[in-house]
């Protein structure tokens, strides 16, 4: 299986940044090849999960349009690592932010990561 730990979240006032990570691992050989895409949804109280970014093996990225022109997403060479960079950040960004990722196993596989809190103070 693998294991993605999340780390990066906590409390920030408007207009300010926060830099979510996220981590890969597993007692998998040759994990870092195994991962494809991995990516970022977040969670607010009352709604429905729903897709942030996402990054695939080659660094195409997808941004929700929301974010688009605030939020970057980004992966270390290794493949291993996400990272969510939020600039700009207003109340509406607060949430459950979750770590996602894609590896082919034994068939393809999805995981999530515990998730972080992201709150954003007007």
């Known amino acids: 299986q693998v294991q993605l730990v999340e780390s990066g979240g906590g409390p920030v006032h408007s207009g300010g940044s926060l830099r979510l990570s996220c981590v890969a691992s597993?007692?998998?050989?040759?994990?870092?090849?195994?991962?494809?895409?991995m990516g970022w949804y977040r969670q607010a109280p009352g709604k429905q999960r729903e897709l942030v970014a996402t990054i695939s093996r080659g660094g195409t990225t997808n941004l929700a349009d929301s974010v688009k022109a605030r939020f970057t997403i980004s992966r270390d060479s290794a493949k291993t690592t996400v990272y969510l960079q939020m600039n700009a950040l207003k109340p509406e960004d607060t949430a459950v932010y979750y770590c996602?990722?894609?590896?082919?196993?034994?068939?393809?596989?999805?995981?999530w990561g515990q998730g972080t809190q992201v709150t954003v103070s007007s």
């Open positions: 996602n990722a894609r590896a082919r196993l034994n068939g393809d596989y999805e995981f």
């Open positions: 597993g007692r998998i050989t040759n994990l870092n090849d195994k991962i494809g895409d």
